[in-house]
């Protein structure tokens, strides 16, 4: 049974940080292909950052890089994104995604299953 909770979201100002947190269980992380998505009312849910199954290889979408970073602790199934110099444009519900087959690698939102109910980030002066 694949369990996964999010946690971290708040209200920000222009220029703050946020830690959001995914802790799951049912699955290992070093297994399948692991990801942040996010999705803004009224938007397609994107992809934020990826980290292969194999490895710390990440990647992220052009509009969060250099400012948010995904890491992981494997021990504990805990992924994490610290989110650095928010901007308005990155108000969204956050999601933790896996990929659905182990031991491959995606980058497209279609590849993820989704368990947990997101958590909410929000960016305002």
């Known amino acids: 049974q694949v369990q996964v909770v999010e946690s971290g979201g708040d209200l920000a100002q222009p220029g703050g940080s946020l830690r959001l947190s995914c802790a799951a269980s049912g699955f290992t992380f070093t297994e399948f292909d692991m990801g942040w998505f996010r999705q803004a009312p009224g938007k397609e849910r994107e992809m934020v950052a990826r980290?292969?199954?194999?490895?710390?290889?990440?990647l992220y979408t052009d509009s969060v890089r250099g400012r948010f970073t995904l890491s992981r602790d494997t021990d504990k199934n805990i992924m994490f994104l610290q989110m650095n110099g928010l901007k308005p444009e990155d108000t969204a519900r956050y999601y933790c995604?896996?990929?659905?087959?182990?031991?491959?690698?995606?980058?497209?939102?279609?590849?993820?299953?989704?368990w947990g109910r997101g958590t909410q980030v929000t960016v305002s002066s």
């Open positions: 995604g896996k990929s659905r087959y182990s031991r491959a690698t995606f980058s497209n939102v279609g590849d993820y299953d989704f």
């Open positions: 980290i292969r199954w194999f490895g710390d290889d990440t």
